[in-house]
């Protein structure tokens, strides 16, 4: 509009240094503004009355009483008078298995990615049940890898198989039977066994190595009937390693 005055422009005393950052704090501030010398009243609460609860009826009768006190909110008939002692009912929830990759089956060759066996390659032989890890083995007389579990996650499946339809797997190759025994920790105080070692060394059990022996057996024979089996040996024998000029999303296993 022609001829109208300009405002001045208006600075504020508290202002933004950068986003999020401002000149003077809350506390500032409020020294600043006098707030702390502001009167402060304060309003009477006003008295509400409690609602009734109960309502009173007169009944007849001589021994009654002549009146009863009758609840305004009965609540619902098909819940019981007490009610903390109902408890939720439980929910039985089954924990979901990982479904198995179309890649991996039985025989085929996977390479470890983690742990003390990175790198190593062993024979698939089923998936577990209860977990959903996968049984593998070395075979343990070719590259020191024990029946062992492990995610499948955590693997690489190769194009190479081996024929073990002809292996039997024990049944009592489960979940149950590689959880690692806890033993209970000594007391502490004075009801504490001053003589009680500290820590106990893993043993493995005479069952677990029967067990090895069993299913390497028929692994090696396996691989003996393989067309490449004298190029199967020195391949599992060998670790899994990349190159310089090797890209592993290049590579096919």
Same mark, same amino acid.
């Not at 066994?193 to 057996?217: C, M, P, T």
């Not at 391949?235 to 096919?252: D, E, G, I, M, N």
């Given at each position: 509009?022609?001829?109208?005055?300009?405002?001045?422009?208006?600075?504020?005393?508290?202002?933004?240094? +950068?986003?999020?950052?401002?000149?003077?704090?809350?506390?500032?501030?409020?020294?600043?503004?006098?707030? +702390? /010398?502001? =009167?402060?009243?304060?309003?009477?609460? =006003?008295? *509400?009355?409690?609602?009734?609860?109960?309502? *009173?009826?007169?009944?007849?009768?001589?021994?009654?009483?002549?009146?009863?006190?009758? &609840?305004?909110?009965?609540?619902?008939?098909? /819940?019981?008078?007490?009610?903390?002692?109902?408890?939720? &009912?439980?929910?039985?929830?089954?924990?979901?298995?990982?479904?198995?990759?179309?890649?991996? !089956?039985?025989?085929?060759?996977?390479?470890?990615?983690?742990?003390?066996?990175?790198?190593?390659?062993?024979?698939?032989?089923?998936?577990?049940?209860? !977990?959903?890890?996968?049984?593998?083995?070395?075979?343990?007389?070719?590259?020191? *890898?024990? /029946?062992?579990?492990?995610?499948?996650?955590? *693997?690489?499946?190769?194009?190479?198989?081996?024929?073990?339809?002809?292996?039997?797997?024990?049944?009592? @190759?489960?979940?149950?039977?590689?959880?690692?025994?806890?033993?209970?920790?000594?007391? =502490?105080?004075?009801?504490?066994?001053?003589?009680?070692?500290?820590?106990?060394?893993?043993?493995?059990?005479?069952?677990? =190595?029967?067990?090895?022996?069993?299913?390497?057996?028929?692994?090696?024979?396996?691989?003996?009937?393989?067309?490449?089996?004298?190029? @199967?040996?020195?391949?599992?024998?060998?670790?899994?390693?990349?190159?310089?000029?090797? @890209?592993?999303?290049? @590579?096919?296993?």
């Amino acid at each position: 509009m022609a001829g109208a005055k300009k405002g001045t422009p208006r600075f504020r005393r508290n202002y933004e240094l +950068a986003p999020g950052v401002m000149r003077f704090s809350a506390a500032r501030m409020f020294h600043k503004r006098g707030s +702390a /010398l502001n =009167k402060k009243t304060k309003v009477a609460k =006003k008295a *509400v009355a409690a609602p009734a609860a109960f309502t *009173v009826k007169k009944i007849g009768g001589a021994k009654n009483g002549g009146e009863r006190k009758v &609840a305004l909110n009965k609540g619902s008939k098909l /819940l019981t008078e007490d009610r903390v002692l109902d408890k939720p &009912a439980k929910v039985a929830r089954k924990a979901k298995i990982a479904p198995l990759r179309k890649s991996i !089956t039985p025989g085929t060759v996977l390479i470890i990615l983690a742990g003390r066996h990175k790198g190593k390659r062993v024979v698939f032989l089923k998936q577990l049940a209860k !977990t959903g890890l996968l049984l593998v083995t070395g075979p343990h007389q070719l590259n020191n *890898v024990p /029946l062992r579990r492990i995610a499948q996650s955590f *693997v690489i499946a190769t194009s190479t198989k081996i024929d073990i339809s002809g292996v039997k797997v024990p049944e009592t @190759l489960n979940d149950e039977f590689f959880k690692r025994k806890v033993t209970k920790q000594p007391k =502490k105080g004075d009801q504490a066994n001053i003589f009680a070692s500290g820590h106990e060394e893993y043993k493995v059990s005479d069952e677990r =190595k029967a067990n090895q022996k069993l299913v390497d057996k028929a692994i090696l024979a396996a691989i003996k009937k393989h067309p490449e089996r004298s190029f @199967l040996r020195g391949y599992f024998t060998t670790r899994f390693a990349l190159k310089r000029s090797q @890209l592993p999303h290049k @590579l096919v296993f």
